[in-house]
Structure formats: C-alpha cells, structure tokens
C-alpha cells in the first residue's frame, strides 16, 4: 500500500489596531503597513490569507499582500466609476485561490471563503521559502470613510 501523506498547516498572526486610511483629515490614502514575522523555513504548497477590518465603505478598498521577496499580489479592488456599491466589513474573510465564489461575486459584509480579484492568484508564492516579514497594504482610494485592520492570518500548506 503506498504510504499516507499529510500537509501540514502553519498559521501565523497578527493583531492590529490600524486606523484605515493612517490619516483620515487627508481623504484617501494608505494606511500603515500591517507585517507578520514568518520565522520558520518551508515550502509554500498553498497560502490563503484571512483579514478581519471594519471600514464604513469596504468598496473603497485597495488590499494587498507582500511577501519577503517582494512578491506583491493585489488581493481586492474596485473601480468607483463601474464598480460603486455599499456595504462594510471584512470578518475572518478568507482569499483562497481554492474557494467557490470570487470576491468581486461577494457581498459586504464578506465573511466566508472567496477567490481574490481575478487575474490575481495567491499561488504565485507556492514553491517559495516564506520566511521573512509579510505585509498586509491597504490603500483607501475615497474620501470621508475610515475604518480599522483588526487582524491578518497567514495559512500555508506545507509538505
């Protein structure tokens, strides 16, 4: 019989009390960068990302994740000219490159688990060592809402 194999999972977090956008007198802009220490040393089979905010308007979100080696990948975003809607929160929202339903298929506020933004796909980092600091970037693109990042997860997959 051949023998059983398991992935292991490793999550990292990180608690924040970050004001979105840093400064809310300015309008839009971004809020200050929200890192997670990844100390350990592995291969990425599959990485998904869950994020806890409040924010009056999520739709003006830009969000955004950044590993060690500068990889950068755009989890979220909307066009206001073609994309304006309602709707507030992201609570324990997973991006899963595995996951039936798209973000921009969702509903605010998003709880569950969503694709990110297509083209975008968080296996862009498999087969990476992770170790490092990660970035969570969120840019607010609108005037006059405000919100805080609560928390982020890191989930890897690893052989």
Known sequence: APAASADLTLIYTG????????????GHAWMNDAVINVPDS??????????????????????????PDGMRLTLNYYEHEDEF?????????????????????????????????APAELSVFDGRDPQGLWTVQIYDSWYANVGTLYEVKLIFQTP
């Open 15 to 26: 608690s924040f009390d970050l004001r979105i956008p840093a400064e809310p007198q300015t």
């Open 42 to 67: 592995f291969t990425v089979i599959d990485l998904d990302v869950e994020i806890t905010l409040e924010h009056t308007s999520v739709f003006d979100l830009q969000l955004f994740v950044k590993g």
């Open 85 to 117: 809607l309602e709707g507030q929160d992201y609570t324990a929202t997973i991006f899963d490159d595995e996951a039936e339903t798209a973000i921009e298929g969702g509903q605010a506020p998003f709880t569950g688990r969503f694709t990110p933004r």
